[in-house]
C-alpha cells in the first residue's frame, strides 16, 4: 500500500474522509466535493517542490 492510502485509512477510522490529489487539474473537484460534505474532510495534495510558479523550478535556479 502506498503511503497515502494507508493515511487515507486513518483518517476514515476518525470518522472523516479523505482524497489525494496528485495533479492540479484535479484540486477543483476534490475542493467542491469536499465543500458538499457536512463532516470533517481531509485533502491530501501532493506538490511538486522543485516548482516554484508555472514555468520556474527551483533546479533551473540553482543551475544559473
Known sequence: ARKHDIDQLRVRALGADAVTVETPDQLDD???????????????????????????????????
Open 30 to 64: 476534490a475542493v467542491a466535493g469536499a465543500v458538499r460534505l457536512d463532516r470533517p474532510y481531509v485533502l491530501v495534495v501532493r506538490t511538486d517542490p522543485d516548482l516554484l510558479v508555472p514555468g520556474t523550478r527551483m533546479s533551473q535556479l540553482m543551475a544559473q
